[in-house]
Structures are given as C-alpha cells and as structure tokens.
C-alpha cells in the first residue's frame, strides 16, 4: 500500500520540480491579487444628482473621495441638500459591486468563483444597487398676487354712481 506521497518521493527531481511549480503557482496567483488590489484601489465612481448641484466620487471601499457643488446647491434648503448629498453618494456606491467584479474578471479570469463571490456578495450588501434618483423637490412657489382688478383705461371716467336707496342711506356712514 502506498500514501499520497509515495509516487512523489521515487524521484527526489521530480519531487522538486512539482514543489517548484506549485511555489511558482502561489507566487503567480498573488501577483494577480497584487494586481487586482492595485486595480481595484484606482476605482473611482462618480454620480450627479439630477439638475447638476450635488457631485460625489467613491472610492471601491465607498468613502467619498470628493464633493462638489455648483451654485445651484446654494437655492436647496439645508435639509433637502443633505438628501441629495446622501442620494447621489448611494448612486456612486451602488455601481462599487460590478466595478470590482470587472476588475476582478480582468485580473483572476475565472480564478477562485467562491472566494468572489463572497467578497461580491459582501459588497453588494454594504452598497446596493440604487433606484433611478427623484428630482430634488422644487422649492415652494412665491405666493401669487391677487389677482388684478379690470383695469377701466385712460378713457374711462369715474366709476358709474350707485342709485340710492333711502334705507341705504341711513347706514352709510360717508
């Protein structure tokens, strides 16, 4: 009866050239995780809100590497500006799952599915995938004016006189 080494221990050569293989394929496999951890740290995701106020990068790990604003966030009332701050970052991070997914595919090919998988799956749940955004609400409408009076032109004279009434009479005062 022989162990699972018995073939390998014949041939001291053999045996060295197999252990040499399989240390070159662990060197191999952790310079494409290398490659891929470098890859993955240049990610950058990008989202906008709708009318171009709110502007925030992500990084694949979803800090916000940055925020802009154009002149139209100063018109938001601080409360809606926090919304859309926190609704266009959720934008950036949910893409972060696919983008690494990518980079992954490129770097490992089909390489360790499960170990993906899991390190997918953890991203997906800390950074899902967002619905389309709403528009920022519109701020409330200036109140309007009553409406105006028919003007009676330069034409016009004075407004026509009332016929009295004598009762009327007694209860007005001018």
Known sequence: MTNGLGEFMRDPDEAQRKMDEWAQGFADKAERYRAAQERTEQIRLTAVNSDGAVRVTVGADGAVRDLQFTHKA????LEELSRQILTTMRRAQGDIANRVAEVMTEQLGDEDQQTRAL???NLRSRFPEQEP???PSAPPAPPSAPPALPSAGPAAGPPPRR??????DDNNPW
């Open 74 to 77: 100063k018109s938001y009332a």
């Open 119 to 121: 390190m997918l799956d």
């Open 133 to 135: 955004e709403i528009p």
């Open 163 to 168: 016929t009295t009434d004598p009762i009327e």
